[in-house]
């Protein structure tokens, strides 16, 4: 028998709040479509919990980024959880490219997260958190997002990003890529470096620094798992950025334009400011097939619980 706990909820959603979705990658490592990949006890995905975290902190609209061929798929999805209970709009990423640019031969997937921000921006109309489909980051995570947006004003370069800790991301099945970040003692991102390979050996975890060289690390790091809070400002910022991006490395096949990319040039230049928020709640997520039965477990605990409802949908209905 489970128990919903009433956990804090915001008075009144803000409709200058929107939830920015990135479910347009290939998931090449899952092997299968794990947007969509039912985690919850009534065939919820992941980022089903992400939503109804993020209506509960007040987010009064979300946005779906999609590649076209999943569309309708993803749509008949959100059609029966939301049950016209919540404003979504889905948005195609495509490998179209800026005028006189054209796609590299051989290329298949779509070019980055930060190119999937840019094309959402124009239908968030407001101040806008970012997360992954895939990315479960708890009530917490989203909670802190809602008031540190709330907190700026459209035209603010300051942004925000919830920070997880390192050995709390990993997987045991395989190696994984983590962003990692450095901050002063304001909490202000100085430096965001990408490490990938990133696993337990023995005692100690190890990964591959970008310069290719091996690095240990202590997992008490303060990584970054793509939950990220942006105001209207960072949509030109981005799109100067993805411009340059494609002068330099538009030709080739395997390029992304992503998220940390961006920002770690832009604190460098001090041309933004960004505010690491800790999330206080506990990631998962579904980076190789086997880790989706963990993801299934735990779901069930919190939801056990009472933190989580026994059925999204329904409880979407009741609130509609």
Known sequence: MTH??????????????????LAAGLSSRYGSLKQLEAVGPSGEAIMDYGVFDAVRAGFGKVVVVVRPEIEDAVRSHFDALLHDALEFTLVHQTLDMPEGFSIPVGRVRPWGTAHAVLVAGGKSEGRFAVCNADDFYGAQAYRALAEYLESVTDKSSDYALVGFRLDHTLSELGGVSRALCETNGDGFLTAITEAERIARDADNIVGVAASGEPCLLRGSETVSMNLWGFTPAVLPALKKSFSRFVTAAGRDPDAEFLIPTAIADWVAAGDVRVQVLDARSDWMGVTFPGDKELVVHRIRQLVDRGDYPEDLATWFKNHS
Request: without cysteine; proline residues 11%.
């Open 4 to 21: 919903e706990r009433s956990l804090p909820v915001r008075a009144a959603s803000n409709p200058s709040l929107a939830l920015v979705v």
